[in-house]
């Protein structure tokens, strides 16, 4: 196959085809979140000449309002999404409460049938230095039957969800996908404004001797955690270590760089916040999907991530993601 002429489209088509039952709507939905992208990628290459430019005061050139990146990101994707009528309700980091779609948006489609949930610009902080930051996404069926989706729609179990994926804005835009039947990377050509297949069946390596973590957080962490950390540390030639450090700050960077080359992720709780910093909706959950279906393993440090039962829409959880050995040996240190 030519790949230079796979675009995702033509992939998701692809996709949908092993399924004779599909009626195209997840496919629409998968458009949709890359069109958004695609502008969210265009603002964000754009944000280092917002100063140049001058048009930091609220203000841009045409007289509209500028609007922080995140907030332009979250609005740009629910725009995108909401129109194509398959959507009942939308929840986002940057959205206190979800967003029920309305019936306008609905349309014909009264049974409009997925729910999705998105961090639209995560690591949003790294954006004034040219840091690499992305967008990360969630899509599930609905539960209740009819009308606007619910809070019980939102809050699944992340093994209930049909597809999952990021696209990072980084020294080019790449997106990666899965809809439970491998893992797939296209990379955003802006000459022609597709993404093109770069990357199929991504697989991660089963074991690595990377490790990411911020490890400022040490004296915060529990007994055990800090000796897994030694323990990487450590000189041992014949379990290839010591490991290697790399932490960029930027979920989606890290773990991208992960799931590529091999990895072990780490967002700990602590003596200060017990469950961590990252969302288990908006951002632990779609990575948990993706990492399983490349044969990578992701875990709280005692449970799978995907077995977590969220009880509110912004709910935190610990997260050791990548490479499934190293997930496990962390499970272990974890248990002592
Ligand atoms: P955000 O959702 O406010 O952008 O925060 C999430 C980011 C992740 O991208 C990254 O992995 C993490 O925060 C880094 O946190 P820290 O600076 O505590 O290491
Ligand atoms: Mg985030």
Same mark, same amino acid.
């Given at each position: 196959m030519n790949r230079k002429f796979v675009t995702l489209y033509r992939h998701i088509i692809e996709q949908e085809r092993i399924h004779p039952d599909a009626t195209g709507e997840l496919s629409d939905l998968l458009a949709d979140i890359a069109l958004a992208c695609k502008l969210?990628?265009?603002?964000?290459?754009?944000?280092?000449?917002?100063?140049?430019?001058?048009?930091?005061?609220?203000?841009?050139? $045409?007289?509209?309002?500028?609007?922080? &990146?995140?907030?332009?990101? $979250?609005d740009t994707l629910v725009k995108a999404m909401e129109v194509s009528g398959h959507?009942?309700?939308i929840a986002s980091e940057e959205s206190e409460n979800f967003i029920p779609v309305s019936e306008k948006f609905m349309g014909e489609r009264p049974m409009s049938k997925y729910i999705c949930h998105f961090d639209p610009l995560d690591g949003s902080s790294n954006i004034e230095a040219n840091i690499s930051i992305g967008t990360i996404f969630s899509i599930y069926k609905r539960i209740s039957k009819s009308g606007p989706g619910t809070l019980e729609d939102c809050l699944q179990l992340g093994n209930q969800q049909v597809a999952a994926g990021y696209i990072m804005y980084g020294s080019s835009t790449i997106m990666v996908y899965t809809t439970g039947e491998g893992v797939h990377g296209f990379t955003l050509d802006p000459t022609v404004g597709e993404f093109l297949l770069y990357y199929e069946n991504i697989q991660t390596p089963k074991k690595s001797r990377t490790y990411s973590i911020n490890e400022g957080n040490y004296s915060k962490w529990d007994k055990n955690l800090q000796s897994y950390i030694e323990y990487l540390k450590a000189e041992d030639k014949d379990k290839d270590k010591p490991y290697t450090s790399r932490y960029v700050g930027s979920l989606v960077a890290d773990f991208h760089r992960n799931l590529l080359y091999g990895g072990l992720f780490m967002y700990p709780g602590d003596k200060k916040n017990q469950n961590g910093k990252l969302r288990l909706l908006y951002e632990a959950n779609p990575l948990a999907f993706i990492i399983e279906q490349a044969g990578g393993r992701a875990s709280t440090g005692? $449970?799978?991530? &995907?077995?977590?039962?969220?009880?509110?829409? $912004?709910?935190?959880?610990?997260?050791?993601i990548g490479s499934a050995d190293d997930v496990l040996e962390a499970e272990e240190f974890l248990r002592k």
């Open positions: 969210i990628s265009l603002e964000v290459n754009r944000a280092g000449l917002i100063d140049i430019l001058g048009f930091t005061g609220g203000e841009n050139v $045409h007289g509209e309002q500028v609007k922080k &990146l995140d907030e332009f990101a $979250h959507l009942c309700a005692k $449970h799978r991530i &995907l077995e977590v039962v969220p009880l509110n829409l $912004h709910q935190k959880t610990p997260l050791f």
